[in-house]
C-alpha cells in the first residue's frame, strides 16, 4: 500500500504537468509569444493525453526501480479503470466551463452550451456527454472483464483500444481540436490511431502467439510469493 502512496504522490503532480506540456506544444504558435501564460492552467489548457504518457513513464520508472515490490503490468491494469473513472467525471467539467462541444446538429440531443460559444445559439454535439458515456460504456465493460483476463497489462491495452477507438471518432466532431502544425491532421486523432493499433496488435500477438491462460497468472503468483 505504501509503494503505490508513493507512486501516486510523484504521478499526480507529473500527470498534470504533461497534461499542461502536451497542450502547450500543440498550440506554440500561440504561447511562444506569451510565455507568461505557459503555467496558466486555471485559464484552461489541459490534455487528457499529456497526462496519460506522463503518468505511463513514471509508473514505468518508478516500476524499473522498484522491480521486487511493484509489478509495473498490474498496476497499469488497475490504473486504466481508474483512468476511465476520472474521464467519466472530468469530462462534466467541460460542460461547466462549457467547451469541449462539436459541430451545430438538429439531432434531438443538440446541446445549446451558450449564445458566445455557439454562436447565435445553435444547438451542437455534446462531446463531452459522449466521451464520459464512452468511457462509462468502456468502464463497466472493462470491469467485469478484468475477472477473466488472461495475461498482466491486458486490461490496460483494452483500455488503449476501448478509448482510442471512441475519442478518434468523436475527436471528428469536436471544434477545438489541437492540429499537428499545419497539416490539418488533429492530434488526437493521431494518438488515437497510434494507440488503439499498437495495444490491439499488443492483445492479438500475445492471444495467438503465447496462447496465456488465466490460471497461469496464479500460478506466476504462487511462485513469486515463495520465491520471498
Same mark, same amino acid.
Given at each position: 500500500m505504501?509503494?503505490?502512496?508513493d507512486l501516486?504522490?510523484i ?5 498534470v504537468?504533461?497534461?499542461r506540456a502536451?497542450y502547450?506544444i500543440?498550440?506554440?504558435?500561440y504561447y511562444?509569444d506569451?510565455? /507568461?501564460? $505557459?503555467?496558466?492552467?486555471?485559464? =484552461?489548457g #489541459?490534455?487528457i493525453?499529456? @497526462?496519460? &504518457?506522463? *503518468? ?5 520508472l ?8 511493484? /509489478?509495473? $503490468?498490474?498496476?497499469?491494469d488497475v =490504473?486504466? #479503470?481508474?483512468?476511465?473513472? @476520472?474521464? &467519466?467525471? *472530468?469530462?462534466w467539467g467541460?460542460f461547466?466551463?462549457g ?6 446538429? /438538429?439531432?434531438?440531443?443538440g446541446m ?7 454562436g447565435?445559439g445553435?444547438?451542437?454535439h455534446?462531446?463531452f456527454?459522449?466521451?464520459s ?8 465493460v472493462l470491469h ?9 497489462g491486458?486490461i ?10 471512441g ?9 477545438d481540436?489541437l492540429?499537428?502544425f499545419?497539416?490539418?491532421?488533429r ?10 493499433l499498437a495495444?490491439?496488435?499488443?492483445i492479438?500477438?500475445?492471444l495467438l502467439?503465447k ?11 504462487a511462485a513469486?510469493?515463495?520465491?520471498a
Amino acid at each position: 500500500m505504501n509503494t503505490v502512496i508513493d507512486l501516486l504522490i510523484i504521478a499526480l503532480p507529473c500527470g498534470v504537468m504533461g497534461a499542461r506540456a502536451y497542450y502547450v506544444i500543440n498550440r506554440w504558435d500561440y504561447y511562444k509569444d506569451h510565455l /507568461n501564460e $505557459l503555467l496558466s492552467i486555471w485559464n =484552461g489548457g #489541459l490534455a487528457i493525453y499529456g @497526462g496519460v &504518457i506522463a *503518468g505511463i513513464l513514471v509508473v514505468l520508472l518508478f516500476g524499473r526501480k522498484n522491480r521486487h515490490r511493484f /509489478n509495473i $503490468l498490474s498496476f497499469l491494469d488497475v =490504473g486504466a #479503470l481508474g483512468l476511465l473513472i @476520472g474521464q &467519466i467525471i *472530468g469530462r462534466w467539467g467541460n460542460f461547466v466551463n462549457g467547451e469541449a462541444f462539436g459541430t451545430a446538429t /438538429n439531432l434531438p440531443w443538440g446541446m445549446v452550451i451558450s449564445q458566445t460559444a455557439t454562436g447565435g445559439g445553435a444547438a451542437v454535439h455534446p462531446t463531452f456527454l459522449y466521451e464520459s458515456l464512452w468511457n462509462l460504456l468502456g468502464f463497466t465493460v472493462l470491469h467485469f472483464y478484468s475477472k477473466r483476463r488472461k495475461f498482466r497489462g491486458e486490461i490496460f491495452a483494452w483500455y488503449c483500444v476501448w478509448y482510442g477507438f471512441g475519442r478518434g471518432l468523436i475527436e471528428g466532431l469536436r471544434t477545438d481540436s489541437l492540429y499537428l502544425f499545419s497539416t490539418g491532421i488533429r492530434v488526437s486523432q493521431l494518438v488515437a490511431a497510434v494507440s488503439f493499433l499498437a495495444a490491439a496488435g499488443i492483445i492479438a500477438w500475445v492471444l495467438l502467439k503465447k496462447k496465456p491462460r488465466r490460471e497461469d497468472l496464479f500460478v506466476n503468483r504462487a511462485a513469486r510469493t515463495q520465491e520471498a
